[in-house]
């Protein structure tokens, strides 16, 4: 089975600095990865995905996420943040048909400090 | 287009109550799903719909049950209502070959 793990429950930095989200997974086969965003109370919003070709993938609100398959890895990164990205964010791994049934991490609570 | 929507927002139930969990979407997607989410865990798959006319059981389906009425909508119902399902519940949809798009969320309190 499928296993997800985001080893920061929370992570603050300060606004214009550098972030890096760090994701895990385990899963036998090719993976399809996913970063959601959820800000509180909200649902959630996918920021970028991996099915195959580049590992290096770019999604949306200046978010890019690298696959490192060696690694088993899949880093959020984003160069600048913002005070509206304060979140929460979760990685997941699709498994079954084309990455039907998704497995989340615990989530990565951010907060930006001014 | 309204996306995935959920009825209620917000519900009280009292221990051994029962009450049905509404989702729809307008987007024309096959796939259907039900996650709760719980603090520090994530979302946890209940049931989910690959196509109109199945379900199929997820990670924590025991307590629940699901409808898959037609194309558009997929409901989740709590027969008797227990303190250990209080949660907010997530319906997704998803685009074939995709990814799954979430509705708002229900915010349920077992007291």
């Known amino acids: 089975a499928q296993s997800v793990t985001q080893p920061d429950i929370h992570i603050t930095v300060s606004e214009g600095a550098s972030l890096e989200l760090r994701c895990n997974y385990s899963?036998?086969?090719?993976?399809?990865l996913f970063w959601y965003v959820q800000s509180p109370g909200q649902g959630l919003q996918l920021l970028l995905k991996?099915?195959?070709?580049?590992?290096l993938v770019q999604g949306i609100k200046g978010f890019e996420a690298e696959f490192k398959r060696s690694q088993s890895s899949f880093n959020l990164r984003k160069p600048s943040v913002h005070w509206s990205d304060a979140a929460e964010y979760f990685c997941?791994?699709?498994?079954?048909?084309?990455?039907?049934?998704?497995?989340f991490g615990g989530g990565t609570r951010l907060m930006v400090k001014p | 287009n309204a996306g995935v929507t959920q009825t209620p927002k917000f519900q009280v139930l009292k221990t051994g109550q029962s009450m049905t969990l509404q989702c729809a979407q307008d987007?024309?997607?096959?796939?259907m799903y039900w996650y709760r989410q719980d603090p520090g865990m994530g979302l946890r798959l209940i049931y989910y719909?690959?196509?109109?006319?199945?379900?199929d059981k997820g990670e924590v389906p025991n307590g629940y049950n699901v409808s898959r009425l037609n194309k558009r909508e997929f409901s989740l119902r709590l027969e008797s209502a227990a303190p250990s399902q209080t949660s907010v519940y997530f319906c997704?949809?998803?685009?074939?070959?995709?990814?799954?798009?979430f509705g708002p969320g229900t915010r349920l309190t077992v007291t």
């Open positions: 997941a791994v699709g498994a079954g048909n084309a990455g039907n049934m998704l497995t």
């Open positions: 987007m024309n997607h096959n796939s």
């Open positions: 997704a949809s998803r685009i074939a070959q995709g990814e799954q798009y």
């Open positions: 899963y036998g086969a090719t993976p399809y």
């Open positions: 991996y099915f195959s070709g580049d590992t």
């Open positions: 719909s690959a196509s109109e006319g199945t379900t």
